[in-house]
């Protein structure tokens, strides 16, 4: 009898549903970037992707509040036809930031499924790491061209490929994450960036969502910061301006005007789904003002202390750590399924502290664990009590 994935899927999250630890809700009234309430119990949050909490910026806030007042809550016409205010400042902003041509979209999903259809011809092929996030995924399966999957992270298979493939395609393709979103690692940058410089149709292909703001020269992420300027003339950057970031939207940065252009006209998430509101569009220029600024610097010190404090409580305490990385993503192996790993899940909240409890199809089946992440919002006190949780829950799963 053949088992239908997607009932799989359902039950997996039924089981998590039970538990408290799948489809949570927040109770609050008000939000403070520390604080969920959720089930009556006030957590402290482990699960926001807000690193250097700029989703609390009284800057950012004003700057939403105001542009609601002068321009509404939304724009509804799609940029084929007219752009709403502030689209041009705030774009010209991204691309001070990144230093290289970008365009906003509505998300870092619809950046992708915009940008590779266009970008990526009949003639070429497409190499995905194993681990490389969904929507890209996704947006892979848009266009005409063949796609291959790679080993994670595993440059000599990649390379092998590339040899391969380079005598009977225009392009190949190499599509990663430049922070993985799930298990926090790094992909290794520079080393990919050398391979590009190595083989003439060697192109890359990056969603940093996870490492834009916190790391990087004003907050220009992981990819951009590490590869050489010859690579980047091959290289394409997604990024996310929620996260870290602190507001709403994707951002796409390309090596040229002329691709900026293209994936801007064609791109048929720009030609028909909606743009970001003009609420958005303010905090997103206030953000980019406030990353050419001396804070982010302040902010970016402050994450990584609380990498590095984490680290060394989990290192104390015995609490494994799938990677030991420093990044704001921390992920512990946990068990083998939802049932185990959704037990622990419910007994750290039963402990005050809220964590994401990742199982199949998030990880691979046998990879279940906690994804815990961390932001200049949580005290010392927080770090520290959570990882002493975890060690006294952890044997029992």
């Known amino acids: 009898m053949v088992t239908d994935p997607s009932q799989t899927i359902v039950d997996i999250f ?8 799948v489809h949570a809700a927040a109770q609050d009234d008000r939000l403070d970037g520390r604080v969920v309430t959720v089930d009556g119990r006030r957590l402290v949050n482990f699960s926001s992707c807000g690193y250097t909490g700029l989703e609390m910026h009284p800057v950012l806030k004003g700057a939403v509040a105001t542009a609601a007042d002068r321009f509404g809550t939304q724009f509804a016409t799609t940029r084929t036809f007219l752009s709403s205010p502030q689209y041009a400042a705030a774009e010209a902003a991204l691309t001070r930031l990144f230093g290289r041509p970008a365009a906003i979209s509505a998300s ?37 061209a063949p796609a291959l999957g790679v080993p994670h992270s595993n440059l000599e298979a990649l390379e092998r490929r590339v040899r391969e493939l380079s005598d009977r395609h225009e392009k190949v393709w190499f599509l990663a994450d430049g922070l993985y979103s799930m298990f926090g690692d790094f992909a290794p940058v520079r080393e990919l960036g050398a391979l590009a410089e190595r083989y003439e149709k060697l192109w890359l292909y990056f969603d940093d969502a996870h490492s834009i703001s916190w790391t990087g020269q004003h907050g220009r992420g992981q990819v951009l ?26 951002v796409m940065t390309f090596p040229t005007e002329a691709l900026r252009h293209r994936v801007f006209s064609l791109g048929w998430p720009m030609i028909f789904s909606g743009p970001v509101p003009p609420p958005m569009l303010a905090g997103i220029l206030a953000s980019a003002r406030l ?7 302040e902010r970016q010190a402050a994450v990584i202390e609380r990498i590095r404090l984490f680290n060394r409580e989990a290192a104390a305490y015995g609490v494994p750590l799938l990677h030991e990385s420093e990044t704001p993503i921390r992920y512990v192996p946990a068990g083998r399924d939802i049932h185990s790993v959704g037990g622990l899940g419910r007994r750290l909240q039963e402990a005050g502290y809220f ?28 770090i520290t009590g959570l990882v002493q949780a975890i060690a006294k829950w952890l044997p029992l799963v």
């Open 355 to 382: 964590v994401n409890t990742a199982s199949y199809p998030a990880v691979p089946v046998k990879r279940s664990g906690l994804r815990i992440t961390l932001t200049v919002h949580q005290t010392e006190d927080d």
């Open 291 to 297: 990353h050419l600024s001396d804070e982010l610097a």
């Open 225 to 250: 910061e590490h590869l050489s300027p010859a690579a980047l003339t091959k290289t394409v950057v997604i990024g996310s301006l929620n996260k870290a970031f602190g507001i709403a939207g994707g």
């Open 14 to 21: 039924s089981v998590g549903e039970s538990l408290g630890v």
């Open 108 to 144: 870092t999903t619809m950046g992708n499924l915009a940008a590779l259809p266009i970008l990526v011809g009949t003639g070429d092929v497409m190499l995905l790491d194993a681990q490389v996030h969904r929507s890209v995924r996704m947006a892979a399966k848009l266009t005409e």
